[in-house]
């Protein structure tokens, strides 16, 4: 079975931002959620029918802040 890489912008709101201007750390995990929730939506997978992806762990190493502006959440399956 083949899964193809979903691709989601997504605005940075201001509430997403911290005191220095920079994206939440928590915040970026939401928006890690929102590409898996698209990544569902781009294979036609229905939560809560036979196949689920589930997220197990996750562990990031920022490289970099997220500034203001878009995002772009690219998803896929490995």
């Known amino acids: 079975m083949f899964f193809s890489e979903s691709r989601l912008m997504l605005p940075v709101r201001p509430n ?3 005191a220095l201007g920079h994206v ?3 915040v970026a995990l ?3 959620e ?12 229905v ?6 992806a589930v ?3 996750i ?5 970099a802040e997220i500034p203001r ?3 772009e959440i690219r998803t896929a399956l490995e």
Do not use: F, K, S, T
Request: hydrophobic content about 35%; charged content about 35%; cysteine-free.
């Open 16 to 18: 997403d931002l911290d």
């Open 30 to 32: 939401e928006y890690l």
């Open 47 to 52: 939560p809560g029918d036979r196949l689920i």
């Open 59 to 63: 562990e990031i190493d920022y490289r």
């Open 24 to 26: 939440n750390n928590a």
């Open 34 to 45: 929102a590409g898996r929730w698209d990544w569902l939506d781009h294979q036609g997978l």
């Open 55 to 57: 997220v197990a762990r």
């Open 69 to 71: 502006g878009r995002v």
